[in-house]
């Protein structure tokens, strides 16, 4: 299990790149699953997010194995994972298939999964979710070892934070360029067919009912036409 204090600053650099890469999340989770499992010898590392229902789920790991993949979600407060997240606290344990609030005992055993360190991913003291890291005999983590997978846990939440915020973003910059396309739109034929407001709308949204088209294909539709021939 013990690696060199250079392995972790390595493996901390690389998930510090993924921030600033244009990877998608799904990518960067797995990315960091995967490097933190070679950083720090792992046997199975995985990524648990809280989905809309206060429930971790796994969102990456780098296993194969089905079993593990397919776990049930785990409620805030819930087991090891849940009560780690609820606390925002790491909580390591000797022997899971000993540990009473352990779930998966009996997967545990058919992948020869041993002890468990799960630390909460934070971002400003929220919780979204956990990174775990399993071995294969039983270990007892040390306080750089907890030290390091907490660095992880902090660049990991700045990743998915990061990666939301962007995507929001580029949402809201999309929605704000098709309201300018629409109103535009509607101006157009407001102008060349004599309408009101209400009823240029309305006719936007029958072109778009009638072509089966989003009403900003609709809209782009008419300002391209109205622009190359200085009427529609």
Excluded: W
Excluded at 16 to 40: N, R
């Amino acid at each position: 299990m013990p690696k060199s204090t250079a392995t972790h600053i390595e493996a901390l650099s690389k998930i510090g790149k993924a921030i600033t890469s244009d990877l998608y999340l799904e990518d960067i989770l797995k990315l960091i699953v995967t490097v933190t499992a070679q950083a720090m010898g792992s046997k199975l590392c995985s990524l648990m997010l809280l989905n809309d229902k206060n429930e971790l789920v796994i969102r990456a790991t780098q296993t194969v194995s089905e079993a593990y993949t397919k776990k049930t979600p785990i409620r805030l407060g819930e087991g090891v994972n849940g009560k780690a997240a609820q606390e925002n606290k790491p909580i390591a344990v000797y022997d899971v298939q000993q540990e009473k609030d352990y779930k998966y005992k009996e997967i545990a055993k058919k992948e020869g999964i041993s002890s468990l360190l799960c630390v909460p991913l934070a971002v400003k003291g929220r919780v979204i979710g956990v990174i775990n890291l399993y071995t294969s005999a039983p270990h007892k983590f040390t306080k750089n070892e907890i030290n390091v997978l907490t660095a992880v846990a902090h660049q990991a939440a700045l990743v998915i934070e990061n990666t939301e915020l962007m995507v929001k973003t580029k949402v809201i910059q999309e929605e704000l360029e098709t309201r300018k396309l629409i109103e535009r739109a509607k101006g157009i034929l407001m102008k060349e067919k004599k309408l009101g407001e209400a009823e240029a709308y309305r006719l936007l949204q029958k072109y778009s009912m009638d072509n089966r088209k989003s009403m900003r294909q609709v809209a782009e539709a008419i300002i391209l036409s109205y622009d190359m021939k200085g009427s529609i």
